[in-house]
C-alpha cells in the first residue's frame, strides 16, 4: 500500500506518495528530478549516492523514503548557496579531484559533513570518513588535496598527510555499514 511522505530537501518540502520499498535515491532521482546523487552499486558499498540525513551522511540507496519523512535532506544540489559553489566544492575544482565525476557528489557530500563535525580533522577521520566512497579514476591524491585546502577554506588548519598514505591506491577499508 502506497504511504504519504513529507520530504525536506534542500530547504524545500516535498509531499508525495510513495511505495514503502522505494528508496530515497529511487526518489530523488525519478520523482523530484535531483540527479545529482548517482546509483553505483545500489548495495551501499560505493558512497556515490551519499546524501545528509539530519546532517549526517547516508547511502539513499539503503534508505528507505519512507525512513526519510519529517527528516531534513541535503543533496549535492543542495551544497551551493546563493549562486556561490560551497567551499568544498571550490576546493575539489581547484585541485582537479574531479576526473569522470561519478563519485564527486557522494565525495562532497562526505567531506561536508566530516568538516561540519569535525572542523580540524586528523588524518585518520580524513581516511575513516572517505573509505565508504569509492573512486575509480583518480588515485585520491587530489581528493586528499581538496580535503586538505578545503579545511583551510573553512577553518584555516590541515594536517599533513604522509607521503605513505597520499600514494595509496584508494582510502581504507569500505566503511558501508557507518551509512545506514
Ligand atoms: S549506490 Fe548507494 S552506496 Fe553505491
Ligand atoms: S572521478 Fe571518476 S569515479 Fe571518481
Redesign the pocket.
Known sequence: MKQLVQLSVNGQTHDLVVRPERTL?DVLREDLGLTGS?????????????VLLDGRPV????TLAVEASGREIVTVEGLARGGALHPVQEAFVEHGAVQCGFCTP?MLITVTALLDEHPEPGEAEILEALS?NLCRCTGYVKILDAVRAAIRRLHGAAPRLSQATTDRTGPAAPA?TT?A
Open positions: 535515491l548517482k546509483r553505483g552499486c545500489d548495495l551501499g558499498a560505493c558512497g556515490a549516492c551519499a547511502s539513499s540507496c539503503l557522494g565508504g558501508a551509512r
